[in-house]
């Protein structure tokens, strides 16, 4: 009983003080997932807490289950517009980029640490996957708002890697120890395809119909409102443990039980995405104090050197190589390319995968494991540390979105596909500085009531909306950052070369007149019966591409999407333009254009 009581202070103490650590070390910019980490080691065998913890079978089966738990929430937290922005290239990242990365490690353990090739392509395998933990946290906890296919195509590939590296992993770890068939070459390959096509599809059929029977199950049973998240977890758990135990890929269905259920409407939305978000961070705290734990600082003194040379090998060539390949087809910028080899994060994964060849036996199994975890350490404190900085200079940075100042929402049954919001008005929000007489509200958005000191109407007040008036709507769930940024403070934002800047999305058919009437801007007389694409089309006289842009007042109308006659199918409008450009400096930016375009052709 005694030692019951020690191992749940411990256990209690060291997640308490390991996030008190992660919120003071935030200040310095650290990454948080390494001082979870550092705190592990700290508190073992080597650190100042002595505690001495080698069982590498626990160690697994805890990993398993908290990169279980991370990837449900990472999939219910993407969305089907990420999927469109970045499936195609996110599944080429996750299958070829991993196999590119985990060669040219390979080859570099081999020359380095003068292990076999197969040794060396399963270290490869070990650190290939970009984490989920680290980039979902990273992007996230930064409060980092990149392009939308960049952002996509980060979050989707570290949600659909770590089955592939999976599978190679544990194909490598049969190889290492148990050498190959005398098949020979031909019978290793076709076995190992098989298994490979096993686990994606029985990942992908587990994973597809699991989602739809959690689904269904949420939406059709009757529970109190905080049984409805613990029923969605335990059954995604469930769906998990079958695809493992059929030897599909477990990891992969789980991920896309959460995708299913996060896009489409169901009971206790709110519940499970916040009970969800808890045990998502829960489960990362303690996987990566128990990685912390399980190795022994004073034991990677002798491969620290090679282990480095390890580390930039993975992030300066092969990583970049990987996704310069596999992005080829897909005509992402070079910007987009770079930022996107540049934060391929290693976290727990990588340490998690490195514990099979110690349970398998396989040789220079310690040694692996010492390498994978520098490997991670410089991940973290390299490119975690630079995220910023590397968004700002690939330009692939959006200005963040206005957080409202107060936003209540409230969850409607099952089926009806909208939300009730209500708003505190803030007084730097748009809303409330330009006093409109129609509020823009998105297509399908309603006022329900406007509460103005204790006062309740349900029309909007002849002189707009003020500070601290209290607004509910009756909204569907993507109109949501839209109204955000209607009623939220406006901050001073940096302009970037994006068409994603805008405030609402119209379609090209919609009527100027109309349009100019609700968003205050100015049009001609005779430009009033104009559509919005016509409008366009007239001002620019010639033929729109994408990003394409007209001033009307103290707005912007910008083309968002063009269509096959290439006329603008989807209309931005920005109702915070920067000032009109000078002669001068227009002139400036276009020899910079040039100049950029001539630099390109000799590069290439």
């Given at each position: 009983m005694e030692f019951a009581n020690h191992i749940i202070l411990i256990a209690a103490g060291l997640i308490t003080f390991s996030i008190f650590a992660g919120v003071l070390s935030s200040r310095i910019g650290a990454p948080l997932l390494l001082v979870f980490l550092a705190f592990g080691m700290l508190?073992?065998?080597?650190?100042?807490?002595?505690?001495?913890?080698?069982?590498?079978?626990?160690?697994?089966?805890?990993?398993?289950?908290?990169?279980?738990?991370?990837?449900?929430?990472?999939?219910?937290?993407?969305?089907?517009?990420?999927?469109?922005?970045?499936?195609?290239?996110?599944?080429?990242?996750?299958?070829?980029?991993?196999?590119?990365?985990?060669?040219?490690?390979?080859?570099?353990?081999?020359?380095?640490?003068?292990?076999?090739?197969?040794?060396?392509?399963?270290?490869?395998?070990?650190?290939?996957?970009?984490?989920?933990?680290?980039?979902?946290?990273?992007?996230?906890?930064?409060?980092?708002?990149?392009?939308?296919?960049?952002?996509?195509?980060?979050?989707?590939?570290?949600?659909?890697?770590?089955?592939?590296?999976?599978?190679?992993?544990?194909?490598?770890?049969?190889?290492?120890?148990?050498?190959?068939?005398?098949?020979?070459?031909?019978?290793?390959?076709?076995?190992l395809g098989l298994d490979f096509l096993w686990q994606m599809g029985g990942g992908l059929l587990f994973g597809l119909v699991g989602g739809q029977v959690v689904l269904r199950a949420v939406n059709r049973l009757k529970f109190s409102a905080g049984i409805y998240p613990i029923f969605a977890g335990a059954l995604a758990l469930v769906v998990f443990a079958a695809a493992q135990t059929v030897e599909a890929s477990g990891f992969l269905a789980i991920y896309l039980v959460g995708t299913t259920l996060g896009n489409n409407p169901h009971r206790a939305t709110a519940e499970i995405s916040r009970f969800s978000d808890g045990l998502s961070w829960l489960a990362q705290i303690c996987m990566f104090l128990m990685m912390g734990l399980l190795v022994t600082p004073s034991r990677l003194v002798g491969v620290l050197v090679p282990s480095l040379a390890i580390a930039a090998v993975l992030i300066l060539v092969a990583r970049p190589v990987a996704v310069f390949l596999s992005l080829a087809p897909f005509k992402y910028a070079r910007g987009e390319r770079s930022f996107i080899s540049w934060v391929g994060l290693r976290g727990a994964v990588p340490i998690f995968l490195g514990t099979i060849p110690v349970l398998e036996h396989v040789r220079h199994a310690q040694t692996i494991f010492s390498v994978a975890f520098v490997v991670v350490i410089a991940s973290l404190v390299v490119q975690g540390w630079t995220i910023s900085w590397a968004a700002k200079l690939t330009e692939v940075e959006l200005p963040p979105r206005p957080a409202a100042r107060a936003r209540v929402e409230l969850d409607l049954p099952a089926g009806v596909g909208q939300t009730v919001v209500a708003y505190t008005v803030d007084p730097m929000s748009l809303a409330a500085l330009r006093r409109m007489a129609r509020l823009p509200l998105p297509q399908g958005t309603e006022i329900i009531s406007i509460m103005r000191d204790g006062q309740v109407r349900n029309t909007l007040p002849s002189d707009g909306v003020r500070e601290g008036d209290i607004v509910m709507l009756l909204t569907e769930s993507d109109a949501l950052s839209q109204l955000d940024r209607l009623f939220a403070a406006r901050k001073a934002r940096a302009r970037v070369k994006d068409v994603g800047s805008v405030d609402f999305k119209l379609d090209g058919s919609a009527n100027a007149g109309s349009v100019a009437d609700m968003y205050g801007f100015l049009v001609t007389p005779h430009e009033r019966d104009h559509t919005l694409a016509s409008l366009m089309h007239a001002r620019l006289g010639r033929d729109i591409d994408e990003g394409a842009r007209i001033r009307a007042g103290t707005v912007e109308l910008v083309a968002l999407s063009i269509g096959e006659e290439g006329s603008p199918r989807r209309i931005g409008l920005d109702l915070d333009p920067p000032p009109p450009q000078s002669a001068a400096t227009r002139m400036r930016l276009r020899l910079a254009e040039i100049r950029n375009s001539v630099k390109d052709l000799f590069l290439s």
């Open positions: 508190a073992g065998e080597d650190g100042l807490g002595g505690i001495q913890f080698q069982d590498f079978r626990v160690a697994y089966l805890t990993g398993s289950l908290a990169l279980a738990v991370i990837l449900f929430d990472g999939g219910l937290r993407t969305t089907r517009e990420q999927f469109r922005h970045a499936l195609s290239p996110a599944i080429v990242l996750a299958t070829v980029g991993v196999a590119v990365t985990a060669g040219i490690v390979g080859v570099a353990a081999h020359y380095l640490l003068g292990y076999n090739w197969v040794e060396g392509l399963l270290l490869g395998a070990i650190v290939g996957p970009t984490d989920a933990a680290a980039v979902f946290l990273l992007l996230h906890l930064r409060g980092l708002r990149l392009k939308p296919r960049v952002g996509s195509a980060l979050e989707v590939e570290s949600g659909l890697n770590d089955p592939m590296s999976i599978f190679m992993t544990l194909a490598l770890v049969g190889l290492a120890a148990h050498g190959f068939p005398k098949g020979g070459w031909g019978e290793t390959a076709l076995q």
